[in-house]
């Protein structure tokens, strides 16, 4: 793993791995303003020390993807809560920091865009606040609505008034989990109006080291939603249509009985 020196600039530290850029995001430090000044004055400057920056560093590299390999064998209460966490991490550091380096990547010189046009850039400083918005309400409705009737089936094996109000949501509010899978697979592939904008996030090595760090925010976030949706699609929906089955076995039983 990189370990940060001292003596490195700002610049070649980004370089060598985009990582540290938006390590000093999350501390509030825009590698983009101090560019030129070394990790010791950095350091120095925002009296954080190399050590705790090396090591925050790690911390932020363990992304949510890479803690996924115990989902198949998970509950579904645990999957619910690592894809929250997930969402929490979309909403409060990846979204917020692709904006600032889109509106500082749009405040650079003409002749620092290189191979981007000023126009693509433009376009998509429009396009993708208006993505954010759209991705967390979704994020919200999906939360609010799916998750929240997962948790009721889950609750419903072990708690009569669980089992009486899941019912009730699947006969009487006619929610089921393929309803609500159907609405999630017609989102899919949301990145691709800005895949097309940036041309497939495509740049020559000569663009800004700012439009560098971005196009490549912008591709990792799309494999993180596609590694995201995959544990949606693969892991938790068959779960819970498992369970779902369950339940109206359960009912169709109580029926029988009665």
Known sequence: MMKLSADS????????????AAMLDRLGISFFEYENMSLASLSQH?????????????TCQIKPSKLAFWMPNASISAILAHLNEWHKYFVHHKLPYMQRLTTAALAQPQNALWGCSAEVLHDLSIALPLFNADFIEHINEEEEEFFSFLRLLDAAQHYQWAFVKAIWQIFVKKLTVK?????HHEEDDCMKGIRTLTHNYHLPPEASLTLRVLFSE??????????????ENHILTPQALKLEQ???ARCNRLSFLH
């Open 46 to 58: 925002f009296g954080v020390s190399l050590q705790f920056l090396n090591s925050y560093l790690a």
């Open 179 to 183: 309803q609500f899978d159907a609405h």
């Open 246 to 248: 369950n339940i109206l």
């Open 9 to 20: 600039l700002v610049s070649e530290a980004v370089v060598q791995n985009f990582e540290c």
């Open 218 to 231: 912008l591709q990792d976030f799309e494999q993180e939603l596609s590694a995201h949706a995959d544990i």
